[in-house]
């Protein structure tokens, strides 16, 4: 148990529908991170929110839209997925998004999407 | 792209300690080097991360050379749980990278009873 949580931890959805992830963090951090993790494939850094405010955007398709209404929250909105975007989605959190040393990212457990 | 380079795979008896080498021959002088390992389907759990000197906690030690090209993770008494893919990432530091862990592929650390 890192202090991360995310819901659903399992989700399948048709192309045309809309469904959001959502992460809760309980450690006091000010920043949140979206990572995506495809088969066979390293994780990939989607989103940072560092105080609610969204400091980075790996060129994530637009059709992935992130919200951070607090820095407790971070939501992913997902509308008109493709089967490729099929992976498992990991949220993080750490005590400032400075990058410093002492800026250790935990992880939460991740949602499994499947997109038929 | 990630700026480390590890094996693929290693296998490690249960109980005797697990050596996972990190080859980081670009590493820059205010770069840490972080280990993180992730079990079957969940989140990466973080390990251990240090700048030049040799770091243990209750996890595992990390031992990086007089260089710093290079590091290994030790675990010392390897069990079952620590079957896993151990990632080395080293991380760039400053506000303009906003903390970034880059990932690679990993070790897969497979412990066999």
Not at chain 1, 70 to 82: A, E, G, I, P, W
Not at chain 2, 76 to 104: E, M, Q, W
């Amino acid at each position: 148990e890192t202090g991360v949580t995310q819901t659903p931890r399992h989700l399948v959805m048709g192309m045309t529908n809309k469904k959001s992830l959502k992460c809760e963090q309980h450690l006091g951090h000010n920043a949140m991170y979206w990572y995506k993790q495809s088969a066979k494939k390293p994780l990939e850094l989607m989103f940072v929110y560092s105080l609610e405010e969204r400091v980075e955007n790996n060129s994530v398709p637009s059709r992935f839209s992130p919200e951070c209404p607090n820095s407790s929250h971070l939501f992913l909105h997902l509308h008109t997925l493709q089967p490729e975007d099929s992976a498992l989605y990991l949220c993080a959190s750490s005590p400032s998004g400075s990058g410093g040393p002492l800026d250790t990212q935990y992880f939460g457990p991740g949602t499994r999407l499947t997109v038929l | 792209d990630a700026k480390t380079t590890q094996p693929p795979s290693m296998d490690c008896a249960e109980g005797r300690a697990a050596n996972l080498p990190c080859n980081h021959s670009t590493i820059s002088g205010n770069e840490y080097v972080y280990w993180y390992r992730q079990i079957h389907s969940q989140g990466p759990q973080y390990i251990i991360h240090g700048l030049k000197n040799n770091e243990t906690n209750e996890m595992a030690s990390l031992i990086i050379t007089e260089d710093r090209k290079s590091s290994t993770l030790i675990l010392p008494h390897a069990t079952l749980r620590d079957t896993a893919v151990y990632y080395c990432i080293v991380r760039p530091l400053g506000s303009s990278n906003t903390g970034k862990l880059i990932f690679g592929q990993g070790t897969t650390l497979q412990v066999k009873p």
